[in-house]
């Protein structure tokens, strides 16, 4: 166990659908990042929030959205579903930035059908 | 932005024999170079790290080298094992506050 927490496991949905994908830093971090990782892909930037405030923005749709509440936790919500979205996604965290290293959780993986 | 280069995409190696995986970056200001490994099914895990300050960073079997100068950093993994088989991914990042920009992964392959 990581320490970073991230629900749900696996996740099908139809197209045109909206998810939530839940994540729980390691206890005292306060960045959260979120990747998508689809087949054969490598590890793809959405979005960093520390201590509750949105750090950096990457390649993230606008179709999707996300935010980091006052207990640090994070939830990422993808809307209007594409078959293309189906992927892993990954919360990671860190004490502050990405020069403290990251934990990764285990991830949900989405699929879109 | 940072860009990070990796190479090779896949390394098939006996066991026994040694690994190399290299990455280039592109932001001279990176400052920190971490190693993640990924099985399957798993999450991306620390394995080594190194820091502009130093070199050669070294952990049992495995070992990462860093020239500042050329922009690329190395990692080696000696007596290679069956459960060393994994995905491999390098970063980079140039910011304590920023985000890790990541190379596209080597799949290593050890075979008994």
């Known amino acids: 166990d990581s320490g970073v927490t991230q629900t749900p496991k696996h996740l099908i949905t139809a197209t045109g659908q909206r998810v939530t994908l839940r994540c729980s830093p390691r206890s005292g971090d306060l960045s959260v990042y979120w990747y998508q990782q689809s087949l054969d892909q490598g590890l793809q930037f959405l979005i960093q929030?520390?201590?509750?405030?949105?750090?950096a923005k990457g390649n993230i749709l606008e179709r999707f959205s996300a935010q980091q509440f006052p207990d640090l936790h994070s939830e990422l919500n993808l809307s209007s579903l594409e078959l293309g979205d189906s992927a892993l996604y990954f919360c990671?965290?860190?004490?502050?930035?990405?020069?403290?290293?990251?934990?990764f959780g285990s991830g949900t993986r989405l699929t879109v059908v | 932005g940072e860009n990070v280069e990796q190479h090779p995409s896949t390394l098939s190696v006996q066991e026994g024999d040694s690994a190399v995986i290299k990455c280039t970056y592109s932001d001279s200001a990176s400052n920190y170079f971490p190693w993640y490994k990924q099985e399957l099914g798993k999450g991306p895990q620390l394995i080594i790290d190194i820091r502009s300050n130093v070199g050669e960073k070294k952990d049992q079997r495995i070992a990462v080298t860093l020239n500042k100068t050329a922009k690329h950093f190395s990692l080696h993994i000696t007596e290679t094992q069956p459960e060393d088989s994994a995905v491999y991914f390098c970063a980079a990042s140039s910011t304590s506050y920023g985000k890790l920009t990541f190379g596209q992964g080597t799949i290593l392959t050890v075979h008994p």
């Open positions: 929030y520390y201590n509750g405030e949105e750090r």
């Open positions: 990671a965290s860190s004490p502050r930035g990405a020069n403290y290293g990251y934990t």
